[in-house]
Every structure is written in structure tokens, then in C-alpha cells.
């Protein structure tokens, strides 16, 4: 149910109060007393009815809804004589009046500050005419309401909570499933892929029973290595980059490979030109280490090529390596840094 229409109507039953009371001004000894009572309630019921508030009202809010409560009564009881023959009819409003502005606080998550203004309500009407007032003006039912409120408002709340947690169950069983259906997919599409680059030297080495020449070894190492880049390079790759590693392995280069998630969600386009110029880098170097890594998601370069010579017997290490220190003897033949979007490319 739209709030609006829930405030809209708890504004038109606090009028009606007022209505009442009105209706019966000439009951009380003092009407000016009666009418600060309306003008107080009247005040505490817009400010509790306020658009734009919090669900929960706040402390202050409360309080002062319980200090108008006991400020009516003291008002309006002084003026009605409880033994009044033919009752007091509708001038007990300020009773109604009371549990409705206790029923708002209540539905507005402030239970205890409604439950105190109740519990005035009925010791000052006991003090005030005796235990026999509490059925015949009402407090009963004002209690009741704010029962009533404080009862929907519990369980409105639980079958919240469990709302949010079933939708948040969904939400991590919806996750969990895309993430298995994602390892699956990956686990086919490289097994798929492993198959269809490494079937024809298989069915080389069935027909040979294993016997192989010098060269399908070094196909197969070719091979071994070309699956290691599908795994470690992943986005790093297109049929150029495949061609000139390839190429520079058979010069007899070592080409390393990784993809660190940096060329993750980029557009098509700029990725192939960022790996058209790996292509190039790695087709014109003649170093014989070769070393092609991402760069982080949030730099402005994309990909970062090292070519390493060594000048004497040393050799470099890895890229980013922790393990191993660099060689003084290598010397670097090649640096480049891709950048993401298009411009000259720093060498």
C-alpha cells in the first residue's frame, strides 16, 4: 500500500478527533483548555504525519507525542466531571486521540514511547474517575491499537528480515551456479581447444610408436609451449600474436606470455590494435628472451613487451619474478609500452 495513502488516512482520523471535541465543546467547565488540548494534539500529529521522515521516528519525536499525551489529559480532565449524568459522550475524544497518536508512534518503530504514553493514560484515568472509566472512555481500545500496531509491526518486520535473507540466498545461489557454469564452460573451451592443437602431433606419435626425429621434437616442445601461452596468456593472444610467437621460438627465442587481467572487458577493437602491435614488436625484435605482460586495469598502459639478450653466458629471469635475481650479462634489446588508447607508442 502506498505510504501516502496510509498517511493520508491517519490525518483524516486525527481530524475526526478534533471533530469530536468540537462537537462536544460545551461539556468541559473551561473550553479554553480543550481547545489548547486540540491545538497541541493537532501540532504533534503533523509533525508525526510529516513527509519525507525516516520509517523510524526519532527520539525526540517520541518523546515529545508522550509529554502532548500527558499535557491533554491534565488539561482536559480538570474540566469533565466524571459523574456527569448522562455520561461524557464524545468529550472523552483527547482517549481516542491519544491512542491514535500512540498507534503512529508505535507504527513508526518507536514501541516503548507509545506503550509509556498508554500506560499514563490509564493510571491518570484510574486517578482521575476509578478503574470503571477504562471500558466506558475507551483506554482499552486505545491500548488495543497500539497492541495491534506494535503486534503488525513485529511481524512486518520479520517477514522483511526473511525477505532480504531469501533474496540474498537466491542472489549467492544465482552466483554460485553462473560461477560453476563458468568453470565448466572454461574447462570444456580448454580442453576443447588443448584437444584441436595437440591431436595432430598425437596421432604423429600413435604412428611412430613414440619414435620421433629431432625436429617433430622440437614441434612437440613448439606444441607444449603454445598451450601454456592459451592458458597463461589468454587475451594476450590472436591469430597474429600465436604466428609471430611462434615464429620467434622457431629462431630459437623464448617468448613468455602473461595476462594478469589487464586487457579484461575491453573493447574489441582497441584490443586488437594493442595486440596487432605486440604482433609487430615481437616480429621485429631479435632478442632472444621475450617477455609480454598486462599492465593493471587502471593504467594507462595496456601491455608491456621486454626483449632480453644475453651478452654473455647469463640469462634474465621472468618478468616480475621474486625468485631470481637479473643477470648483469643480459641486455635489454627491447622495451615498449602499449598504451590503452590510441597514441605514439613509447619505446
Not at 104 to 126: D, E, M, N, P, Y
Not at 303 to 332: F, I, N, Q, Y
Request: with cysteine.
Amino acid at each position: 500500500m502506498p505510504r501516502a495513502l496510509i498517511v493520508t488516512m491517519a490525518a483524516l482520523f486525527s481530524g475526526y478527533h478534533i471533530v469530536l471535541g468540537l462537537y462536544t465543546i460545551d461539556v468541559p467547565t473551561n473550553p479554553l483548555a480543550v481547545l489548547a488540548a486540540m491545538v497541541l494534539y493537532a501540532l504533534a500529529s503533523t509533525i508525526s504525519l510529516l513527509p519525507g521522515q525516516p520509517e523510524r521516528m526519532p527520539v525526540w519525536m517520541a518523546a515529545l507525542n508522550v509529554a502532548v499525551c500527558v499535557s491533554m489529559t491534565l488539561l482536559i480532565t480538570p474540566q469533565l466531571d466524571p459523574e456527569r449524568e448522562g455520561g461524557l459522550g464524545y468529550a472523552t475524544w483527547y482517549v481516542a486521540a491519544i491512542g491514535t497518536l500512540m498507534t503512529i508512534t508505535s507504527t513508526r518503530k518507536r514501541h516503548l514511547f507509545a506503550w509509556v504514553g498508554i500506560a499514563l493514560l490509564v493510571v491518570q484515568t484510574v486517578w482521575w474517575g476509578g478503574p470503571g472509566l477504562l471500558l466506558g472512555t475507551g483506554v482499552i481500545g486505545s491500548a488495543a491499537w497500539v497492541a495491534i500496531s506494535h503486534i503488525l509491526s513485529r511481524a512486518l518486520a520479520k517477514a522483511s528480515l526473511d525477505a532480504n535473507r531469501f533474496a540474498q540466498a537466491e542472489r549467492e545461489a544465482t552466483d554460485w551456479q553462473a560461477a560453476q557454469e563458468a568453470h565448466l564452460y572454461e574447462r570444456q573451451f580448454r580442453l576443447g581447444q588443448t584437444s584441436t592443437m595437440a591431436a595432430p602431433m598425437l596421432r604423429v606419435i600413435e604412428r611412430s610408436r613414440g619414435e620421433l626425429s629431432d625436429d617433430q621434437r622440437r614441434e612437440c616442445i613448439y606444441l607444449e609451449a603454445a598451450i601454456r601461452d592459451e592458458i597463461r596468456g589468454r587475451e594476450l593472444l590472436n591469430d597474429a600474436v600465436r604466428a609471430q610467437v611462434m615464429a620467434a621460438r622457431r629462431r630459437g627465442a623464448t617468448v613468455t606470455l602473461f595476462d594478469e587481467g589487464g586487457l579484461d572487458g575491453m573493447d574489441p577493437d582497441a584490443r586488437d590494435r594493442i595486440l596487432d602491435q605486440l604482433a609487430g614488436a615481437i616480429r621485429s625484435t631479435g632478442a632472444r628472451r621475450i617477455i609480454a605482460r598486462t599492465a593493471p586495469a587502471d593504467s594507462d598502459t595496456a601491455v608491456t613487451v621486454v626483449g632480453l639478450t644475453p651478452v654473455g653466458d647469463g640469462s634474465a629471469r621472468d618478468l616480475g619474478s621474486a625468485e631470481e635475481e637479473d643477470d648483469e650479462d643480459d641486455a635489454v634489446d627491447l622495451w615498449l609500452e602499449i598504451p590503452r588508447a590510441p597514441a605514439r607508442v613509447a619505446h
